[in-house]
């Protein structure tokens, strides 16, 4: 197989990219964790979901509602493989959805998925329903895969070759080869096209978003945020990680996370938000940048049964009110307390003491000095309904330590 690859790679006719090769079994590997802690754990008991407004987009802040899942915490033994019970309930699932019977018709064995699986990281925890979500979305980007490898390019043999033996490794499970084979692309696209930049530009992206297909799939996702700078460099002459490429990504990352509960694609999010506060030149960058941080860490952190993450968020939007002030961007100030707000009331409802909660009021009473009915009266709705909701908290909390 190896040796018709390389002949195909000294074919100077080759010029194509192998975009899209990665494709998609991110999301298995999350789930099965999820399953474990979900047959582990009670139910939570359901609590009001808060409103919260985000702001994620640089430009303009947008409204989102918290529905927060109380999290169950990953076993401290930290198994090194998936219990073979756990996997199957987990694929019962599927089975249930007809999700695991259209993707064996279309090619990707059940032995693949349940690989997969076993790539989840002990550390992680996730509810069954999220672990669900996961794996469903990670079967469709593989399904998306072999797809690829099935269809011509148009591109040539060379990327064709590629995508074939990606989509093929992908349905036995490999990833950490499928990556390998991309980044071998990679270089001999670099040897093969020096004299033609424009199209091995275009080619290279293709590549670079293979590479962050397989890295989803690998669970590595220091490795996909660098492929998405390499993205964002070979589209932008300077500064690429300020660039509409980059912040597009950690949108999609940020949107896919929250609103479709995917946890990795908000670690992404995470990451690249980083990138942005280490790169900022400005006040608008630094505050723009830390705000986008705070919201990724708080959704994600929403989601967990510690408080690393919401602890970092409310450290984020401290720096973001230092560039985002009153007097300068007062909408944008009254964004950020609001989501301070958000973080510091989810901290007050896991601590036992009242100092979060205050700081919880405090946040929403600055934020309504803004977001007033006059000036902006669907977010002083919302905003006035979060205050509401922190001061009820905080009264039950004081009354239960009179007693």
Do not use: C
């Not at 490898?149 to 080869?177: C, H, K, M, P, Y």
Request: no cysteine.
């Amino acid at each position: 197989m190896f040796v018709r690859l390389f002949k195909l790679l000294r074919d100077g006719d080759n010029r194509a990219v192998l975009g899209w090769i990665g494709g998609g079994l991110v999301v298995v590997v999350p789930g099965v964790w999820a399953v474990f802690t979900y047959f582990n754990s009670p139910d939570p008991e359901p609590r009001p979901s808060p409103s919260v407004i985000i702001g994620q987009n640089v430009q303009a802040g947008r409204d989102v509602t918290i529905n927060p899942t109380v999290m169950i915490g990953a076993d401290e033994k930290k198994l090194d493989a998936l219990p073979d019970v756990i996997v199957e309930k987990l694929l019962a699932k599927l089975d249930a959805r007809g999700v695991a019977g259209k993707a064996q018709e279309a090619g990707l064995e059940r032995n693949t998925i349940i690989a997969l699986a076993r790539r989840l990281k002990p550390e992680e925890a996730l509810d069954f329903d999220r672990a669900v979500i996961e794996l469903e979305n990670a079967v469709t980007i593989a399904l998306d895969v072999i797809a690829r490898g099935e269809r011509a390019s148009n591109e040539g043999e060379f990327i064709d070759g590629v995508l074939a033996r990606v989509a093929q490794l992908t349905r036995e499970g490999r990833f950490d080869e499928g990556a390998g084979v991309v980044d071998t692309a990679l270089a001999e696209l670099e040897r093969r096209e020096t004299g033609q930049r424009e199209a091995f530009g275009r080619r290279r992206v293709l590549l670079l978003e293979a590479g962050i297909e397989q890295d989803i799939l690998r669970r590595d996702a220091p490795a996909a945020a660098r492929r998405i700078e390499a993205v964002a460099a070979a589209l932008s002459d300077e500064r690429p990680i300020w660039s509409k490429t980059f912040i597009e990504y950690q949108d999609r990352y940020y949107v896919e996370g929250d609103k479709k509960g995917v946890n990795f694609s908000l670690e992404i999010a995470i990451l690249l938000a980083r990138r942005m506060s280490e790169t900022a030149r400005d006040v608008d960058e630094r505050g723009n940048a830390a705000n986008l941080l705070g919201n990724a860490l708080w959704a994600l952190g929403e989601r967990e049964s510690g408080t690393a993450r919401l602890e970092a968020a409310v450290t984020a939007y401290g720096e973001a009110l230092q560039e985002r002030t009153r007097a300068r961007v007062p909408l944008d100030w009254a964004m950020t307390q609001n989501n301070l707000g958000a973080a510091l009331e989810a901290l007050g409802q896991r601590e036992s003491g009242t100092a979060r909660l205050e700081q919880a009021v405090a946040a929403y009473t600055e934020a309504l000095q803004e977001y007033t009915s006059e000036a902006a009266p669907y977010y002083h709705d919302v905003a006035q309904g979060n205050l509401a909701r922190a001061q009820a908290l905080l009264d039950a909390r004081r009354k239960g330590q009179e007693k």
